[in-house]
């Protein structure tokens, strides 16, 4: 019998988030006697490493930073050569890289590991990239074998700025592992939790408190409702990040504003 396929999946680090979720999703549900998954994550924070450790997912911590700096460029040539080793002692078949930073440093030690075969995932339409970003991109799909996107938003946005070859490109969009079922009684326990009354509107956002999701638009439009739909309430469920401290700061302080106090709960991340 032949052994099974090492695929190495090279993310930022491991928080709450949705790439690091879908790579779990992806690791606990191939099938374990034909596939052997091993994560790699590039810097040192990383709180959700025992959720992978815990479901039998080995991780390595690579020690890169994500800082822009001369000394951070010399730290991640360093972090680079250290992961090519990783990869190759570990005989890794295929590399999964989750968005710029991994997608760089993992293609480039895949190559100097020798590994076989590449696989980069774009799970954003990326419009605070440069020309250089871009220009990486191009430089790298030379060496991978496909560019999966989550939607087609994400794919279209890399075929008009980064132009890669057509036949790189598949569209994969994320998915749930089982169907979800609300318990019958989780709505109202829910509202009551937030003391919001039945009758009142709620809309759901869920998601990172992130300039890249939005949030403080839609506070932002539920704002401009005040005198038309007084009822209307928002949940933000999410968690603050270290590196964007300042969007959850914005985001509290226009739920306190008084157009909107008492009507945008924030709730931590939850299942």
């Given at each position: 019998?032949?052994?099974?396929?090492r695929?190495?999946?090279v993310?930022?680090?491991?928080?709450?988030?949705?790439i690091?979720?879908?790579?779990?999703?992806?690791?606990?549900?191939?099938?374990?006697?034909?596939?052997?998954?091993?994560?790699?994550?590039l810097?040192e924070?990383?709180?959700?490493?025992?959720?992978?450790?815990?479901?039998?997912?080995?991780v390595?911590?690579?020690?890169?930073?994500?800082r822009?700096?001369?000394?951070?460029?010399i730290?991640?040539?360093?972090?680079?050569?250290?992961?090519?080793?990783m990869?190759?002692?570990?005989?890794?078949?295929?590399?999964?890289?989750?968005?710029?930073?991994?997608?760089?440093?993992?293609?480039?030690?895949?190559?100097?590991?020798?590994?076989?075969?590449?696989?980069?995932?774009?799970?954003?339409?990326?419009?605070?990239f440069?020309?250089?970003?871009?220009?990486?991109?191009?430089?790298?799909?030379l060496?991978?074998?496909?560019?999966?996107?989550?939607?087609?938003?994400?794919?279209?946005?890399?075929?008009?700025?980064?132009?890669?070859?057509?036949?790189?490109?598949?569209?994969?969009p994320n998915?749930?592992?089982?169907?979800?079922?609300?318990?019958?009684?989780?709505?109202?326990?829910?509202?009551?939790?937030?003391?919001?009354?039945?009758?009142?509107?709620?809309?759901?956002?869920?998601?990172?408190?992130?300039?890249?999701?939005?949030?403080?638009?839609?506070?932002?439009?539920?704002?401009?409702?005040?005198?038309?739909?007084?009822?209307?309430?928002?949940v933000?469920?999410?968690?603050a990040?270290?590196?964007?401290?300042?969007?959850?700061?914005?985001?509290?302080?226009?739920?306190?504003?008084?157009?909107?106090?008492?009507?945008?709960h924030?709730?931590?991340?939850?299942?």
């Amino acid at each position: 019998m032949s052994r099974r396929i090492r695929i190495g999946q090279v993310l930022t680090n491991l928080h709450d988030g949705g790439i690091e979720k879908v790579v779990l999703q992806l690791a606990t549900g191939l099938p374990r006697d034909r596939f052997e998954i091993k994560v790699y994550a590039l810097i040192e924070d990383n709180p959700w490493i025992n959720v992978f450790r815990d479901q039998g997912i080995p991780v390595e911590v690579v020690g890169a930073t994500n800082r822009a700096s001369i000394g951070a460029l010399i730290s991640n040539v360093q972090a680079t050569l250290r992961l090519a080793r990783m990869l190759h002692r570990d005989r890794i078949d295929i590399v999964s890289t989750h968005d710029f930073f991994p997608a760089v440093i993992g293609r480039v030690a895949s190559l100097i590991a020798g590994i076989p075969h590449r696989v980069t995932t774009l799970h954003n339409t990326y419009h605070w990239f440069r020309w250089p970003h871009h220009a990486i991109n191009r430089l790298l799909s030379l060496w991978t074998d496909a560019v999966v996107a989550v939607s087609g938003a994400a794919m279209q946005y890399s075929i008009e700025h980064d132009r890669l070859s057509d036949e790189l490109y598949i569209t994969i969009p994320n998915g749930i592992a089982a169907p979800m079922q609300a318990h019958p009684d989780a709505r109202h326990e829910l509202r009551h939790e937030l003391g919001i009354s039945s009758q009142a509107k709620v809309i759901g956002n869920v998601g990172t408190h992130s300039v890249r999701k939005g949030q403080k638009f839609l506070l932002e439009a539920v704002r401009r409702l005040e005198h038309t739909h007084p009822d209307i309430h928002v949940v933000i469920v999410g968690s603050a990040r270290r590196h964007e401290a300042e969007i959850s700061a914005e985001l509290h302080a226009m739920a306190g504003s008084p157009a909107l106090e008492g009507r945008v709960h924030f709730l931590a991340d939850r299942h």
